[in-house]
Nanobody, 122 residues
């Protein structure tokens, strides 16, 4: 059982930045791929970014060049640096863990955090 806790959300103006963190309780954290998803009311939870156990990043097209995912296995933490934020980035952001390679499907992930709200004002 992997417990994940997100932090770093908040309210920011368009063009601003936020850094989300996903802290894991599991000591074998380094063997998991971590994904970031976001959810807005009335819509499905959508893939944002992911990072493999070895540090290879993956991004959905809408955040490429603006978001950067990284991990610190010594601290059992994954970060999502979000720059040039837009109002359409407003959502609850979740991190999730899975064994094996990263995927962009919600159902592929086994453990989820509780989410952190990101609000971007125009």
């Amino acid at each position: 059982q992997v417990q994940l806790v997100e932090s770093g959300g908040g309210l920011v103006q368009a063009g601003g930045s936020l850094r989300l963190s996903c802290a894991a309780s599991e000591g074998t954290f380094s063997s998991y791929s971590i994904g970031w998803f976001r959810h807005t009311p009335g819509k499905e939870r959508k893939f944002v970014a992911a990072i493999s156990w070895s540090g290879d990043p993956y991004y959905t097209d809408s955040v490429k060049g603006r978001f950067t995912v990284s991990r610190d296995n010594a601290e059992n933490t994954v970060h999502l640096q979000m720059n040039s934020l837009k109002p359409e980035d407003t959502a609850i952001y979740y991190c999730a863990a899975k064994t094996g390679l990263p995927q962009n499907r919600v159902d592929d992930y086994d453990w989820w955090g509780q989410g952190t709200q990101v609000t971007v004002s125009s």
